[in-house]
Nanobody, 124 residues
Framework: VQLQASGGGLVQAGASLRLSCLLSGHNIQRYSMGWFRQAPGKEREFVSAITINGGTFDASSVKGRFTVSKDNDKNTVYLQMNSLKPEDTAVYYC???????????????????WGQGTLVTVSS
């Protein structure tokens, strides 16, 4: 499994960005997908996840602003980020786990595969 994240960039507060993560080598329908982020000097933290049956989970810090979705035909998972804030600045990583997610869906150890990350910078 290879994951390729893209779509990051520099935007002003209040703007929107859509991140994409292409899963190569396997059918994305067999994987639950997650988005994490890591700001400078901080630990990697959970953002959002979507299970193989379409259920979604969001961190409280992004609930109502970020939306995770998946296009099975394109083998791609998306993270639509609206109303961006400076505190959203981080490297964003996509991750994959074969099968369903458990109650540990917000932990990095729940996922088997990781992409290389894409940088999102939000200026005030």
């Amino acid at each position: 499994v290879q994951l390729q994240a893209s779509g990051g960039g520099l935007v002003q507060a209040g703007a929107s960005l859509r991140l994409s993560c292409l899963l190569s080598g396997h059918n994305i329908q067999r994987y639950s997908m997650g988005w994490f982020r890591q700001a400078p000097g901080k630990e990697r933290e959970f953002v959002s996840a979507i299970t193989i049956n379409g259920g979604t989970f969001d961190a409280s810090s992004v609930k109502g602003r970020f939306t995770v979705s998946k296009d099975n035909d394109k083998n791609t998972v998306y993270l639509q980020m609206n109303s961006l804030k400076p505190e959203d600045t981080a490297v964003y990583y996509c991750a994959a786990k074969g099968g369903l997610l458990g109650s540990d869906n917000y932990t990095t150890t729940a996922y088997n595969y990781w992409g290389q990350g894409t940088l999102v910078t939000v200026s005030s």
